[in-house]
């Protein structure tokens, strides 16, 4: 039995539904990925100690 997201979504198949929202997700958590590092770069920064 594929499981009830595939079907509530509207793919064949719980493989579909995998296909399509990794191809769909993939770019969005790179994305944000990449902007909770230049947080994070900013921040240690901002609080690194002088030498």
């Given at each position: 039995?594929?499981?009830p997201?595939?079907?509530?979504v509207?793919?064949?198949?719980?493989a579909a539904?995998?296909?399509?929202?990794?191809?769909?997700l993939?770019?969005?958590i790179?994305?944000?990925?990449g902007a909770v590092?230049?947080i994070v770069?900013?921040?240690?920064?901002?609080?690194?100690p002088?030498a």
């Amino acid at each position: 039995m594929d499981h009830p997201h595939a079907y509530l979504v509207g793919h064949a198949s719980q493989a579909a539904a995998e296909a399509v929202h990794r191809k769909l997700l993939r770019p969005v958590i790179t994305e944000g990925a990449g902007a909770v590092d230049d947080i994070v770069a900013r921040r240690c920064e901002a609080t690194a100690p002088e030498a």
